[in-house]
């Protein structure tokens, strides 16, 4: 029960949280003068790799231990 009402927050708050991040690089941040208004997906895009590159190692990280160990609680 508890992890449900856990994992209806996190949902609801990444998806706030994306639209605000949003609102916030397309609307309030100024307009670059060489690159234009191209260069303002690199506040979104940048961040978005870090966290994929992230996750990758943290599941490479954790596929390594469950074979070395054959448990999932690892």
Request: contains cysteine; hydrophobic residues 60%; charged residues 10%.
């Amino acid at each position: 029960m508890m992890a449900s009402r856990w994992k209806l927050f996190l949902e609801w708050g990444s998806i706030l949280s994306l639209i605000a991040c949003a609102y916030w690089i397309f609307m309030l941040t100024p307009i670059e003068t060489s690159q234009g208004f191209s260069q303002k997906i690199m506040y979104l895009h940048v961040p978005t790799v870090i966290v994929t590159y992230l996750a990758f190692f943290i599941v490479f990280a954790f596929s390594i231990a469950y074979l070395w160990k054959r448990d999932l609680m690892v």
